[in-house]
């Protein structure tokens, strides 16, 4: 690979005798992976799953294809080992509050939610809006129950929401390093100076997030990168300016100490974790755990949503719940713009942020009638549908390409399509036919 020679004699400089090593890990191929969903548990999923990855609770060595039903159904999510491991160090807790400040595509999000399972609140936050739009999709894609969707910048949220989350994560955009293998393309961004660049824009990050963390709560920073300007410099930065404690990371074979002479010296850096790729399976990754002084309580700031749903919009709805699925959903509901949306059990203040998806996305309400959301199909609810229509091959190419299907079945409803029992689409069945409703843009 043609790395800057730049890059090249800074890491020579830093690494020493382990960088030709180092270097020569460029030219190797990248390591796939991937998790399985345990929202589905006891779910057999198709991918071999004879490679785990040891500090990866759910986590495989493994190609996934993205045709595959497991992918396409939410069962399986793929991610690249090392990236794995900043959801291990995050792992949240049971009731938590939790933001994922830098969330698309969507990796740690998924990953952080298996976690949670049905409990707490997950905010997924992106700030770039097409990113955002992605994020959402896949968190869909997951089936994902409790989890609220935002594109705002940092400080739009801290202004919204001091002191709100039990704990952050702030994946952060940086100078991608240890990303080159994957994506040659992210060479052309490198220059000698911008490590430095990055590191003023996590810093920005970093003071917002610090602001929305909650005392005695826990602050997980992770990059993709090599550079110490962007991991060890930026820890120690975070604890000299607001005071928090490095906790230590527990580390598997290939895993390094964080340096604190590429820092500030403060032997607390080596409780960080280093993901190199030429000493493990996996990219390049860096990864830190912090706590935020103070107490931690268990309370959370919960605002009550104003109903805003009309008496027709009601009727509409329960009619659709009646006809076609086999349970309703509880809960707080949000209108926007004929959208329904069902809300986690507690969220905080909704009013000054950006909703990509405010909750679970139900459906449409379009003339005297609800039209489901494609949500649906994927939502980890199992036997949701009254009607659950198992397809094979053929009847999956034709479906996702935008076809109808035929079923003998009178009447109307709308019904949730599967493959090998897993749900993929959703469709309206009238006297026989099964409408197409897949979503133009997945279609294929
Ligand atoms: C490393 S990526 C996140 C990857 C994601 N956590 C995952 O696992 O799929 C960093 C994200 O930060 C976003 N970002 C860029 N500038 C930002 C800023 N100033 N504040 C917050 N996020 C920013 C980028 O758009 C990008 O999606």
């Given at each position: 690979m043609n790395l800057p020679e730049g890059f090249i004699t800074k890491y020579q400089q830093l690494l020493g005798d382990q960088a030709d090593a180092f270097l020569a890990s460029f030219d190797q191929p990248v390591v796939n992976g991937f998790r399985v969903n345990p929202l589905w548990p006891d779910a057999k999923i198709d991918l071999p799953t004879d490679q785990p990855i040891d500090y990866s609770e759910w986590g495989y060595l493994g190609k996934v294809d993205g045709n595959a039903i497991d992918h396409v159904a939410g069962y399986v999510y793929s991610q690249e080992p090392s990236a794995q491991f900043v959801g291990t160090v995050a792992a949240p807790h049971a009731n938590e509050w939790v933001l994922d400040l830098c969330a698309a595509p969507g990796g740690k999000t998924t990953h952080l939610a298996s976690y949670l399972g049905d409990s707490g609140l997950l905010v997924s936050n992106e700030i770039n809006a097409g990113r955002a739009?992605?994020?959402?999709?896949?968190?869909?894609?997951?089936?994902?129950?409790?989890?609220?969707?935002?594109?705002?910048?940092?400080?739009?949220?801290?202004?919204?929401?001091?002191?709100?989350?039990?704990?952050?994560?702030?994946?952060?955009?940086?100078?991608?390093?240890?990303?080159?293998?994957?994506?040659?393309?992210?060479?052309?961004?490198?220059?000698?100076?911008?490590?430095?660049?990055?590191?003023?824009?996590?810093?920005?990050?970093?003071?917002?997030?610090?602001?929305?963390?909650?005392?005695?709560?826990?602050?997980?920073?992770?990059?993709?990168?090599?550079?110490?300007?962007?991991?060890?410099?930026?820890?120690?930065?975070?604890?000299?300016?607001?005071?928090?404690?490095?906790?230590?990371?527990?580390?598997?074979?290939?895993?390094?100490?964080?340096?604190?002479?590429?820092?500030?010296?403060?032997?607390?850096?080596?409780?960080?974790?280093?993901?190199?790729?030429?000493?493990?399976?996996?990219?390049?990754?860096?990864?830190?755990?912090?706590?935020?002084?103070?107490?931690?309580?268990?309370?959370?700031?919960?605002?009550?949503?104003?109903?805003?749903?009309?008496?027709?919009?009601?009727?509409?709805?329960?009619?659709?719940?009646?006809?076609?699925?086999?349970?309703?959903?509880?809960?707080?509901?949000?209108?926007?713009?004929?959208?329904?949306?069902?809300?986690?059990?507690?969220?905080?203040?909704?009013?000054?942020?950006?909703?990509?998806?405010?909750?679970?996305?139900?459906?449409?309400?379009?003339?005297?009638?609800?039209?489901?959301?494609?949500t649906l199909a994927t939502l980890t609810v199992p036997h949701l549908f009254k009607q659950e229509f198992d397809v094979d091959d053929a009847e999956y190419q034709r479906y996702r390409h935008g076809e109808t299907l035929v079923r003998e079945l009178p009447g109307k409803q709308f019904v949730r399509l599967t493959k090998e029992h897993k749900g993929f689409a959703i469709g309206h069945l009238v006297n026989d036919t099964i409408k197409n409703l897949y979503p133009k843009g997945l279609r294929v």
């Amino acid at each position: 690979m043609n790395l800057p020679e730049g890059f090249i004699t800074k890491y020579q400089q830093l690494l020493g005798d382990q960088a030709d090593a180092f270097l020569a890990s460029f030219d190797q191929p990248v390591v796939n992976g991937f998790r399985v969903n345990p929202l589905w548990p006891d779910a057999k999923i198709d991918l071999p799953t004879d490679q785990p990855i040891d500090y990866s609770e759910w986590g495989y060595l493994g190609k996934v294809d993205g045709n595959a039903i497991d992918h396409v159904a939410g069962y399986v999510y793929s991610q690249e080992p090392s990236a794995q491991f900043v959801g291990t160090v995050a792992a949240p807790h049971a009731n938590e509050w939790v933001l994922d400040l830098c969330a698309a595509p969507g990796g740690k999000t998924t990953h952080l939610a298996s976690y949670l399972g049905d409990s707490g609140l997950l905010v997924s936050n992106e700030i770039n809006a097409g990113r955002a739009k992605i994020l959402a999709s896949n968190v869909e894609r997951f089936g994902l129950t409790n989890t609220i969707v935002t594109n705002n910048d940092p400080a739009t949220l801290a202004a919204a929401w001091p002191e709100t989350f039990d704990r952050i994560l702030v994946d952060a955009p940086c100078s991608g390093e240890g990303m080159f293998r994957k994506d040659p393309e992210a060479i052309r961004y490198w220059t000698p100076d911008y490590p430095a660049t990055c590191a003023a824009r996590q810093r920005e990050i970093l003071t917002e997030a610090v602001k929305m963390l909650k005392p005695g709560g826990t602050l997980v920073y992770s990059t993709c990168t090599f550079s110490p300007e962007e991991d060890e410099q930026i820890i120690a930065w975070v604890k000299e300016t607001y005071g928090f404690a490095i906790e230590p990371i527990a580390k598997t074979d290939g895993m390094v100490d964080g340096h604190p002479e590429w820092a500030n010296d403060d032997p607390e850096l080596t409780n960080t974790a280093r993901l190199f790729p030429h000493l493990l399976v996996g990219e390049g990754h860096f990864v830190a755990k912090l706590v935020k002084p103070g107490e931690l309580t268990e309370d959370h700031p919960v605002v009550p949503v104003k109903a805003t749903m009309t008496k027709p919009q009601s009727t509409d709805f329960q009619t659709f719940v009646t006809t076609s699925l086999n349970q309703s959903f509880a809960g707080q509901f949000m209108v926007r713009k004929e959208q329904l949306f069902v809300l986690p059990s507690q969220v905080p203040d909704l009013m000054h942020v950006r909703l990509v998806r405010p909750g679970i996305h139900l459906g449409m309400f379009k003339k005297n009638r609800f039209e489901p959301s494609h949500t649906l199909a994927t939502l980890t609810v199992p036997h949701l549908f009254k009607q659950e229509f198992d397809v094979d091959d053929a009847e999956y190419q034709r479906y996702r390409h935008g076809e109808t299907l035929v079923r003998e079945l009178p009447g109307k409803q709308f019904v949730r399509l599967t493959k090998e029992h897993k749900g993929f689409a959703i469709g309206h069945l009238v006297n026989d036919t099964i409408k197409n409703l897949y979503p133009k843009g997945l279609r294929v």
